[in-house]
């Protein structure tokens, strides 16, 4: 009894000096059953259950260590299991920091203990052992087991573990992706098995009846013949014994008459008789006996021809020939100016080795031009053709059995040639351009489409783009934004698709570009390289007289859009001319101004001066002009329905005509003595235009 209280108080007095709190009391059955439950469901719950339960584990054995070691040195009777108790209560102690750090949980430990037990983990498993793939502790590589390991830190061989773990998961998942792909290839497999195993069947059934049916025929012939030849020859013998039959009857007839003529007793009858008789019987033996048989009992060896028979059944092997393909029509906007795309169908379950595609241009002549492709696929791009051309195409599909009828034809038409903008023609103004453009084909086109492009100010790139689509005829009117830049460019389009861009056009819209019409020029008046210098030569006065009823002038092609549009002239001193508007149809024979189609400013030098007239139907004001202008503007205001004249170069007002324009007008210039005209466009409309 003395020992075992002594020993409870040592250990209570060595729990009291440490400051620690008691540890815990050793686990229950139930509890060390719960700790092993959640130890081999670790998977289900987080790490410090697990370790809670694996710390309890340890501290049971340990217990049962001790009281075993205790039995080995001979420490017998209840003293014996107190002091075993009580050491194990000691040691208990002791490792119960290291038990902490290995996640024991209990609510009697306190957090000091837990924040050391924490510390301890972190320490103990920080590095890991490549060699022995398990974490250690840095101590075991300094001076443990570990030394001469390979070792690196624990987050990084988690990473690296981790990457791996995802490598083979990505290995994983593509080898699942091919089996499934594999499963579902084996399925089309099973089912294209059960399809040519009919197709097969039937193959096989139609040639054996072919064959049956040959073989019928063939037996139907031959019989037909031999019975042929059986009636021939009963024909022969039946003929041959008539005739034998018929001369018996003669031989007897004869014998008869010539037995009753011996047995004549008159002289004279019998001589009558036998001299008759005997011509007879002359002429019946003349005639040969035939005693040959006509024809032979045997029969004609006949040898059946097997060979048709020998095909169809050699032939059942083989495929069938396929069927005619069907040619699709062509599908719109899949085709270049110089290549096409042609598709086609096999409607039948036919095997096809490969296809004869043919082609030829649609007007050549039959057979003439025909190409002939051979492709595997049912789809073909040809190259090497010619822009906004029609095509004839059929197509025929071939094995080893042979090559099928040809398809339908189909007509597949080039996409067109990009066409060519008339650069020189453009019209514009501050709103609007009028475009105009050639085709690059001879055939038609089914329309035209246009694409701008705005400019941005840093670095000319293009900002903005619109489309203009199904312009039928070669010109649009395209209505823009002032004081902008654009790039300017024309597709056509056929059933068959668009043609490639043409080349751009610039245009800006600060001011009026127009071009003169040289179709309305004088036979005198010659237009220089630049478009926009008119010159008139000196010519022989009998020359001036023959086309002095006609105005040396031409006119301009303004674009039809309303609004301002303005131009300047630059003139000489010492030239007489005439510029200002005029209607598109204004007479040509006469002088303009001298109408009421035509609004001018005219220049002439008088012996005193300078004389300036603005003439509209032969009427003109009484207005002086000091300063004779060189460079002279002209505006056009549609909205305000004014036509001005200035002076550019002092931003002087000349004269203004008001009248309301019942048409669009078109810039108009002439010259009355040789000289020169130069028209400047594109420049925006001065701010000193501007009129009350």
């Not at 497999?189 to 097969?200: A, D, K, S, W, Y």
Request: contains cysteine.
């Amino acid at each position: 009894m003395s020992s075992r209280s002594g020993s409870r108080r040592e250990h209570e007095t060595s729990d009291r000096s440490t400051g620690h709190s008691a540890s815990p009391a050793v686990p229950e059955s139930s509890e060390i059953e719960a700790g092993g439950l959640i130890f081999y469901h670790m998977d289900l719950y987080g790490s410090k259950e697990r370790e809670s339960a694996l710390s309890s584990e340890k501290f049971h054995s340990s217990v049962k260590d001790q009281s075993r070691s205790t039995k080995q040195w001979g420490l017998h009777g209840e003293a014996s299991q107190d002091e075993d108790e009580s050491k194990a209560r000691a040691k208990d102690d002791a490792e119960s920091p290291i038990r902490s750090g290995e996640g024991l949980s209990s609510s009697g430990i306190s957090d000091e203990w837990n924040s050391q037990a924490v510390s301890e983990e972190e320490e103990s498993g920080n590095v890991f052992c490549s060699t022995c793939k398990i974490p250690i502790r840095a101590f075991d590589k300094l001076f443990g087991e570990h030394k001469d390991h390979e070792v690196t830190k624990l987050p990084n061989a988690m990473e690296s573990e981790k990457e791996e773990i995802h490598k083979n998961m990505c290995k994983l998942e593509e080898q699942i992706a091919q089996m499934e792909n594999f499963a579902s290839h084996l399925e089309e497999i099973f089912i294209t098995v059960e399809e040519n195993f009919g197709r097969q069947e039937e193959n096989f059934e139609v040639h054996y009846n072919n064959a049956v049916q040959v073989l019928a025929q063939k037996y139907e012939e031959q019989l037909e013949a031999l019975g042929e030849e059986k009636r021939q020859k009963l024909e022969a013998l039946y003929g041959q014994l008539v005739s034998c039959g018929e001369h018996l009857d003669t031989c007897k007839e004869l014998t008869d008459t010539t037995q009753e003529l011996y047995l004549e007793n008159d002289k004279a009858n019998f001589m009558k008789a036998a001299i008759t008789m005997v011509d007879r019987l002359e002429e019946f033996l003349k005639k040969e006996v035939d005693l040959e048989l006509s024809t032979v009992p045997d029969f004609e060896e006949r040898v059946i021809d097997f060979s048709e028979v020998e095909q169809l059944m050699n032939s059942i092997n083989i495929i069938p020939a396929p069927c005619a393909p069907v040619i699709n029509p062509q599908a719109p906007n899949v085709a270049t100016g110089t290549s096409l795309r042609v598709c086609w169908s096999l409607f039948s379950d036919d095997t096809v080795e490969c296809y004869q595609l043919c082609y030829k241009t649609v007007n050549s002549e039959s057979g003439k031009g025909t190409h002939t492709l051979k492709v595997k696929e049912t789809y073909c791009t040809i190259t090497n053709l010619l822009p906004n051309t029609q095509y004839e195409f059929w197509v025929s599909a071939l094995n080893a059995s042979g090559i099928s009828p040809p398809s339908e034809r189909a007509v597949y038409v080039t996409a067109p040639s990009p066409p060519t903008i008339k650069s020189k023609k453009i019209r514009s103004c501050e709103n609007a351009a009028l475009v105009c453009w050639e085709s690059g084909d001879i055939n038609p086109v089914d329309s035209y489409t246009v694409e701008l492009s705005k400019l941005a100010d840093e670095g000319n790139s293009d900002t903005i783009t619109e489309s203009i689509v199904g312009i039928p005829n070669c010109e649009v009117l395209i209505h823009l934004q002032p004081t902008q830049s654009y790039h300017i460019c024309v597709r056509a389009l056929n059933l068959g698709g668009s043609s490639e861009r043409s080349d751009p056009v610039l245009i800006h819209t600060t001011g009026t570009y127009f071009c003169l019409n040289e179709d309305t020029a004088h036979p005198l008046l010659a237009i220089l390289d630049d478009g926009f210098t008119i010159h008139a030569e000196s010519l022989p006065e009998h020359t001036l007289l023959s086309v002095s009823h006609r105005c040396i002038g031409i006119l301009g092609s303004l674009i039809p859009f309303p609004g301002k549009h303005y131009w300047e002239v630059e003139v000489e001193e010492d030239t007489e001319y005439r510029i200002g508007v005029a209607f598109e149809n204004t007479p040509r024979h006469g002088y303009l101004g001298a109408n009421n189609s035509s609004w001018c400013m005219r220049h002439i030098i008088t012996p005193s001066r300078h004389k300036y007239e603005f003439l509209h139907s032969g009427m003109t004001p009484d207005i002086r002009i000091t300063l004779p202008p060189r460079r002279i503007g002209i505006l056009l205001d549609y909205e305000n329905c004014r036509l001005s004249f200035f002076n550019a170069d002092i931003a002087q007002h000349l004269y203004t005509f008001n009248s309301h324009f019942q048409h669009y007008v078109h810039p108009c210039f002439a010259l009355e003595t040789p000289g020169i005209l130069r028209i400047l466009t594109g420049t925006a409309v001065p701010p000193w235009t501007a009129l009350p």
